[in-house]
């Protein structure tokens, strides 16, 4: 049944996915796989955008700045965010690898991430201390 609905309804139905179910919608057939890859994409997008917001927003607290208990909770905070925001973005770029979605230069990109991620490392060489 799913594999006969129009394309428009299926654009409606995988924006509303859930990142963790997304690429098992595209498993459906070939217009689901088209739609799956293209939401996925724009979330990797958006969690890139975010990610530079929340770079840029962190900047001016520096130690000098702020009272010392507020950087703490502010820093504390901060990297938290940066964090879940990088972890989001990386499993998206993970499932996607893992199911062909990505052009051959992308991959090289996503696995030094997921390497660099699982290692410890900071994959956006954010300077997140």
């Known amino acids: 049944m799913l594999d ?3 394309v428009e309804i299926v654009e409606r139905i995988v924006t509303k996915i859930l ?3 997304l690429i098992a919608a595209s498993k459906v057939d070939r217009v689901w796989w088209q ?3 293209r939401e996925a994409y724009k979330r990797w997008k958006n969690y ?3 990610i530079g917001y929340v770079r840029a927003l962190g900047k001016p607290f520096k130690k000098g700045n702020v009272d010392w208990i507020t950087f703490e909770d502010v820093n504390d905070f901060y990297k938290r965010w940066i964090d879940r ?3 989001d973005q990386l499993y998206i770029m993970e499932k996607m690898l893992r199911n062909g979605m990505v052009v051959t230069q992308e991959r090289e990109t996503i696995e030094h991430a997921l390497s660099e991620h699982r290692w410890g490392g900071d994959p956006w060489r954010l300077g997140v201390e």
């Open 4 to 6: 006969r609905l129009p």
């Open 19 to 21: 990142d963790t179910d």
């Open 35 to 37: 739609e799956v890859r």
């Open 48 to 50: 890139a955008t975010t």
């Open 85 to 87: 925001l990088t972890e």
